[in-house]
């Protein structure tokens, strides 16, 4: 058989939407060792005998354990949580008259992305669900070199200032004594700080709200926080902020179930991610901008651009959509690509510029240097998925696992002796050629007294919120303070909050039994519809999940047709019953996913009970109805499937109850409405209590 042509190493694949595979590293179906000899067996070290100690002379024994023993890299310092998906980034065009990058000016371009979502705090073996900051990182592979912008879930920052950086997050990891609590924000340290440095509160506000608890990855908003500037053809620059709008809505978990999905799946968000594209649900988000001028002041509306924990409210300035983001490919392999992949804010394209948001500033710095750790030295620009998709021709040679074999004798500027390459680029060989901008000042350690105003934005966000998003965001308040041990903080946060709303400082200080404190709330503050996401009109379900509870009695031909219109939507239907294995035969046949003993509520979207499923008292069945009624999800019923609704105290008038006598189109239809709008929070008051 012909060897297997080796890839030019000088010139490295592209990445493809799938991934690149190294076939230098898995070639032909023999077991061989990392130096292509070919093994007779992996089962038994060599010994002296078959009782006798094992010999030194046993290379592959040694090669296997030796690279075994390095398998792990440092976990990133933080974001070590994350999972990550391939996917397409599509121009609209509309963005050509404000900036010159050619993957957002020209209408119907397609780029290459790799996105990573993550949590901030906790380790790479944390859970996904808990309450946190998700990071929203995403690799452009443009032709003019690659663009990462490298965003939140949540719009603003903890600090103003990047020197703070090391400091929010020593207070917000484990305790450094006993190293607890792990990924969590509910533990003394985290609020001190907090409580001490109250630029935080805008940020503290949306972490403690549902924003802090994603549903899913595909139904998170992105930030890419800082204001960016960005050059047109023409020269001219102006102020930006980027968004990215799931398709799917903005929707969130409910406190217990982040909880219970902690420790019955971590992985929820990860599988939810993967689950949704190989079921052919891709995640999607519309790109934005909000515009503002670049006049000089780096101002708007009296909102400091330059400060990261400002917004500028939808309703002041809109979100203008600019392009389509589709993830529809799952890693091939999660350490090549998801752990390897490196994001820079630096790693900007011509037409994207920065500003001098002094947190952005200090990022500049902090991404580089992070990776010559992480990724063991300077060249991981070569791993396969940090590759650009831009032609390459650097200076920059050797160093630890350098893998080009680079050919010239003049890596310098100017040569003659490589034909002068390589050459200089200006603007029309599209070369990043930055704006000239004015800097002049003393050197102080100062921030400019606009960044002094803490509260009016949390002001506003608090009372843009509805009822039951403020009822949450009060119990999640309520919750991580009464997990602070030192009687001070506790105190001290409640008169950050007094500075905020008066009913949330008292509903708070209520629930941790002590006096609420007065404070000076911003008066006439603006309210921003937009930052509640709660919605009454049904949205899309593509990725949602429905179980659907049966027996072999059940109406199986009525799943059947729920399956195909939930397929319709995108949504998937998954048959619960008494044990495993199958319902039915033939063309009817279901197959079980999840027995009452596997099944928790917090893997559906939406619970069914269909028609002729004889009712069971089995307790995890009965829990799981509760729990799912609880949390404010749709139910339905048709048929005699009422009777288990009603054997587990569901009331079948409540709000998000769909009963129907079969499971016909009305029924369907009616049934994945109350899917689309995620949660019937009118139930909330009746049933949820303080347990949310
Ligand atoms: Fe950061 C990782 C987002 C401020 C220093 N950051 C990291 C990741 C995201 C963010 C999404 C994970 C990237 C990945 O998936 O690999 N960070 C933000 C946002 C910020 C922010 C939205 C404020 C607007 N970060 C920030 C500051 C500093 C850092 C102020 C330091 C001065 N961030 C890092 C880092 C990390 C990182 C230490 C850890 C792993 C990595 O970079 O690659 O350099």
Not at 20 to 32: E, I, K, N, R, W
Request: aromatic share 8%; hydrophobic share 40%; with cysteine.
């Amino acid at each position: 058989m012909p060897p297997t042509p080796r890839p030019d190493q000088s010139s490295p694949a592209p990445n493809g939407p799938t991934g690149v595979q190294d076939t230098a590293a898995q070639d032909g179906s023999f077991l061989t060792t990392a130096q292509g000899l070919r093994l007779p067996d992996t089962h038994h070290s060599l010994k002296a005998g078959d009782r006798g100690p094992t010999l030194l002379e046993d290379f592959h024994l040694r090669e296997k354990i030796t690279h075994f023993d390095h398998e792990r890299i440092p976990e990133r310092v933080v974001h070590a949580r994350g999972a990550a998906a391939h996917g397409t980034f599509e121009s609209y065009g509309s963005a050509g008259t404000v900036t010159k990058a050619r993957f957002l000016a020209q209408k119907g371009r397609k780029t290459d992305v790799f996105v990573r979502f993550s949590t901030v705090l906790g380790s790479r073996g944390s859970a996904d669900t808990v309450r946190d900051t998700r990071g929203f990182a995403v690799k452009f592979y443009t032709d003019e070199g690659t663009f990462d912008l490298v965003g939140n879930n949540i719009p603003v920052f903890f600090i103003q200032d990047g020197i703070k950086f090391p400091d929010i997050i020593h207070a917000g990891k484990p305790q450094p004594d006993i190293e607890l609590p792990q990924a969590q924000s509910a533990h003394d340290s985290f609020w001190d700080f907090v409580s001490l440095h109250t630029e935080a509160t805008h940020h503290v506000m949306w972490n403690m709200s549902d924003r802090g608890i994603p549903r899913s990855y595909r139904t998170m908003e992105g930030f890419g926080v800082h204001t960016f500037r960005l050059v047109n053809a023409d020269g001219e620059t102006r102020l930006v902020k980027f968004h990215w709008k799931p398709v799917a809505g903005v929707h969130s978990l409910v406190w217990e179930e982040a909880q219970i999905a902690a420790g019955v799946d971590p992985d929820f968000h990860r599988r939810d991610m993967s689950d949704g594209i190989k079921a052919g649900a891709p995640l999607e988000y519309e790109f934005g901008i909000q515009v503002m001028p670049d006049d000089g002041t780096e101002t708007y509306e009296g909102i400091d651009l330059l400060d990261p924990t400002k917004i500028v409210p939808e309703e002041l300035v809109p979100v203008q959509p600019i392009g389509k983001l589709t993830l529809d490919a799952n890693p091939t392999n999660y350490f090549a690509e998801t752990e390897q992949v490196a994001f820079h804010t630096g790693h900007l394209v011509p037409g994207i510029e920065v500003t001098n948001d002094p947190l952005m500033q200090a990022r500049l710095f902090s991404y580089l240097d992070t990776q010559i750790t992480r990724l063991g030295g300077p060249n991981f620009a070569q791993l396969p998925i940090n590759r650009p998709h831009a032609p390459v021709n650097d200076m920059l040679r050797d160093g630890m696992h350098q893998t080009a074999v680079h050919t010239g004798v003049a890596p310098y500027r100017d040569n003659s002796l490589d034909e002068g390459e390589p050459v200089d680029a200006d603007n029309d060989d599209h070369g990043y050629v930055q704006t000239e901008r004015l800097i002049e000042g003393r050197a102080v350690r100062a921030n400019p007294v606009s960044f002094d105003d803490h509260f009016t934005q949390p002001t506003m966000f608090y009372r843009s919120l509805s009822g039951v998003e403020q009822e949450h965001l009060v119990e999640a308040f309520t919750f991580e303070l009464g997990k602070v041990y030192e009687q001070n903080i506790k105190e001290r946060e409640l008169a950050v909050l007094a500075n905020v709303d008066a009913d949330l400082c008292e509903r708070v200080a209520e629930g941790l039994g002590l006096p609420a404190p007065a404070g000076v709330p911003a008066e006439n503050v603006m309210l921003s519809p937009s930052l509640s996401q709660v919605i009454d009109t049904p949205g899309p379900i593509a990725g949602r999940k429905i179980g659907v509870v049966a027996d072999s009695g059940s109406d199986l031909s009525g799943i059947d047709k729920l399956r195909k219109a939930a397929a319709a939507r995108g949504a998937t239907v998954h048959v619960i019953a008494a044990t495993g294995g199958f319902l039915g035969k033939g063309a009817r046949r279901q197959i079980v996913e999840r027995s009452f003993l596997t099944v928790r509520s917090i893997e559906f979207d939406a619970i069914v009970v269909a028609g002729g499923t004889t009712p069971s008292t089995d307790i995890k069945l009965i829990l799981m109805l509760q729990e799912a009624f609880r949390h404010c999800k749709a139910f339905g019923a048709w048929g005699d499937g009422t009777v288990l609704l009603e054997a587990a105290g569901i009331d079948e008038s409540a709000p998000g109850v769909v009963i129907g006598a079969t499971a016909v189109k009305a029924f369907n239809d009616e049934f994945l409405d109350a899917v689309g709008v995620h949660r019937a929070w009118d139930r909330a008051s009746a049933v949820m209590g303080s347990v949310v």
